[in-house]
């Protein structure tokens, strides 16, 4: 099949023709990936920031249509319309068990660019290629366990669907499954790219009173107050603490996202918390990244919550679907985080986009 190879970090993509791909086996299906979002957790591979053990194809914010299934699926078949996620639960582990799918151990291909039971189903030049953050999106075909590929209704575009794999079920899910918020909540976003908008995108739906998204970005700006920004901020210029402070009658924010994947963010929004306020991690900063709280004991005595997030703490199975009901209300906007549509053959340039934050989503067209 074709499809898009990262063989090192910080080397061009290069499309090829002749991978190898298996048979969907027991459990598992085949999907001809029709599109593909670029996020930055893709561009921390091409970019050094998330270290590579391997080549492998990028890419997890896919959809497609289903081309076969193996033994014992009985859910999907050909032709069905699908959206893939990077955490397919297996339904039966622990986390499974107590609802916190995101976290099942089956389901680590996130982490281990491989599917759940160790092989990555791909190879190229006699060797094993990997399935960027356990999925490999921008290629023909998709090998991908059954619970990964969310049937979708047929009248959905495809082609911006997409974006509810990663970036709204991650940004959403932030929100309303991680951080659980009330309406009438107040909270700060830092960083406003596809994962930064969903999560403003989530604030709304809560119902939240004032939401603050704060991003260098000029341009990231502009276009945050369309997905429910009640107040935009340059950190560079302007004193984001004040803003804050002065947008909650002097209180703080009940609930601070980092949303740009930089460790200093997440002390940043601690301080803009307010007392029992929340911090979510939702970016996922370079490994060597680390944060301190230099004093404990005020942490503890304000009673600061801070919390990590993986794929906004989302059972796919439920919130892909209720992210589509939701969109069809008027109530999410799909299409208006997809800035940019390439061909696969433009990958480079679209992660060139991505790296220097114009627009917000480039979509691929596998
Ligand atoms: N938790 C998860 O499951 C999950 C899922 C997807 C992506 N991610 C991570 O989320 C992060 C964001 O992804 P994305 O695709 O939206 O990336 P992006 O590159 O499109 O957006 C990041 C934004 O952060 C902004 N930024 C940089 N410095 C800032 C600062 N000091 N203050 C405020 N904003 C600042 C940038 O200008 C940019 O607009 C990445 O780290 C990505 O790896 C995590
Ligand atoms: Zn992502
Ligand atoms: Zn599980």
């Known amino acids: 099949m074709r499809g898009a190879v990262l063989e090192q970090a910080n080397q061009a993509i290069t499309i090829r023709d002749d991978i190898e791909i298996i048979e969907p086996r027991v459990g598992e299906v085949r999907v001809n990936i029709k599109y593909c979002g670029l996020c930055h957790s893709d561009l921390g591979f091409v970019d050094g920031t998330m270290p590579m053990m391997g080549p492998m ?12 299934v193996g033994a014992g699926v009985t859910h999907l078949v050909p032709g069905d319309h699908v959206v893939l996620t990077p955490a397919p639960p297996c339904g039966r582990c622990y986390y499974c068990q107590r609802n916190q799918q995101s976290l099942c151990v089956n389901a680590m291909s996130i ?16 060797a094993q290629l990997l399935r ?25 575009p495809l082609e911006v669907a997409c974006v509810i794999g990663c970036a709204l079920q991650t940004g959403v899910g932030a929100v309303l499954n991680t951080a659980n918020m009330e309406a009438g909540a107040t909270c700060v976003v830092l960083g406003l790219g596809g994962i930064g908008m969903a999560t403003l995108q989530g604030a709304r739906i809560a119902g939240a009173s004032t939401i603050i ?5 000029a341009e990231r700006r502009d276009l945050a107050t369309a997905f429910g920004a009640t107040r935009v901020v340059d950190p560079v210029t302007e004193d ?25 963010l997440i002390e940043q929004g601690i301080g803009l918390s307010r007392m029992g306020g929340t911090t979510v991690c939702v970016g996922s900063p370079a490994l060597e990244e680390g944060i301190s709280i230099p004093n404990v004991v005020m942490f ?24 589509l009901r939701l969109w069809r209300q008027g109530l999410l906007d799909m299409e208006g985080m997809i800035t940019s549509r390439r061909t696969l053959a433009e990958v480079n340039e679209g992660f060139d986009d991505l790296a220097n ?10």
């Open 132 to 156: 960027g953050c356990g999925i490999g999106g921008l290629a023909e075909y998709v090998v991908q366990p059954a619970t990964g590929a969310i049937k979708i209704d047929k009248d959905i």
């Open 357 to 366: 934050a114009r627009g917000i989503r480039t979509v691929i067209e596998i």
């Open 213 to 217: 998204g704060s991003d260098p970005v």
């Open 111 to 126: 982490m281990t660019n491989l599917l759940p039971d160790g092989v990555s189903g791909l190879e190229l030049d006699g």
């Open 300 to 323: 503890q005595a304000v009673e600061k919550k801070l919390c990590g997030c993986l794929l906004g703490s989302s059972n796919s199975l439920y919130e892909i679907p209720r992210l």
């Open 240 to 264: 984001l603490a004040a803003i804050c402070q002065e947008l909650t009658g002097g209180i703080g924010v009940d609930y601070a996202f980092e949303a740009a994947g930089k460790a200093a």
């Open 57 to 68: 194809i990028p890419g997890h914010e896919a959809s497609g249509i289903v081309e076969s």
